[in-house]
């Protein structure tokens, strides 16, 4: 992959690598250094968005998945206090830049962006299922789904009725959602589930275009989705 990027985009891979470290190196300071978080904020937010625009090619294509991880990260990382977990999280939101701004750059293909897709999905969730702030409801849901439609949006940019099946795929997703954060199983699981269901509508929605909408495929995704969500409930801590 990172050879890939490297020859597509024509820079020296330390490049790529230097501004991934740097964002990395941001926020970590963000979480740990509170009395700084200000500048730490403005600083953040100004170089990522400077790496993010430098090359200006699909700045614009991009720009919606970019405002979702600059707010996911922000969130994130202001939120949560210093632990193992919060560095595993810090990796994975570098992870998430690391392949933005590669797939902004150049066309990986259709594997490629679903990852990255896959990868903000993960955030918003995590974001949605950990802060249950009875006073945050309603812009929690608002935000929420115009990050869900923006994705989703991406997934059919290239389709025709892009706009109708965006807002179908939506809402079907945002069903099932209100459902899994009713359950007592702890944001981490719902937010497993709430992944495992959004990668089964994405590939269902991935064999619809792409013609091979079967019997056999149809069965092998509701099989995988089956045998997943059963794990994760029975390995859930239930809290009722």
């Given at each position: 992959?990172?050879?890939?990027?490297?020859?597509?985009?024509?820079?020296?891979?330390?490049?790529?690598?230097?501004?991934?470290?740097?964002?990395?190196?941001?926020?970590?300071?963000?979480?740990?250094?509170?009395?700084?978080?200000?500048?730490?904020?403005?600083?953040?937010?100004?170089?990522?968005?400077?790496?993010?625009?430098?090359?200006?090619?699909?700045?614009?294509?991009?720009?919606?998945?970019?405002?979702?991880?600059?707010?996911?990260?922000?969130?994130?990382?202001?939120?949560?206090?210093?632990?193992?977990?919060?560095?595993?999280?810090?990796?994975?939101?570098?992870?998430?830049?690391?392949?933005?701004?590669?797939?902004?750059?150049?066309?990986?293909?259709?594997?490629?962006?679903?990852?990255?897709?896959?990868?903000l999905f993960l955030l918003i969730f995590f974001i949605f299922f950990s802060i249950n702030n009875p006073g945050l409801f309603l812009i929690r849901y608002l935000l929420f789904i115009l990050a869900v439609f923006i994705l989703f949006f991406g997934l059919f940019k290239n389709y025709p009725k892009k706009n109708l099946y965006s807002i179908v795929f939506s809402f079907l997703l945002i069903q099932v959602i209100w459902v899994i954060n009713l359950l007592p199983v702890g944001f981490i699981n719902q937010t497993a589930l709430a992944l495992v269901f959004v990668l089964a509508i994405e590939e269902l929605a991935l064999y619809l275009f792409s013609g091979v909408f079967n019997y056999h495929n149809i069965v092998k995704n509701i099989t995988i989705v089956i045998v997943l969500v059963a794990l994760i409930l029975a390995l859930s801590k239930w809290a009722l």
């Open positions: 992959m990172l050879k890939r990027l490297r020859l597509a985009l024509r820079i020296p891979p330390f490049l790529l690598l230097l501004k991934v470290f740097i964002v990395f190196f941001l926020l970590f300071w963000l979480n740990s250094s509170p009395v700084s978080r200000p500048y730490s904020i403005i600083i953040f937010i100004f170089l990522s968005g400077l790496f993010y625009l430098l090359p200006l090619v699909n700045s614009i294509d991009f720009l919606g998945y970019y405002l979702i991880f600059i707010f996911g990260a922000l969130i994130a990382t202001l939120s949560l206090s210093f632990s193992a977990l919060t560095i595993l999280i810090i990796s994975g939101l570098t992870l998430i830049y690391f392949f933005l701004i590669g797939s902004k750059n150049i066309n990986l293909g259709q594997q490629s962006l679903f990852l990255l897709r896959s990868l």
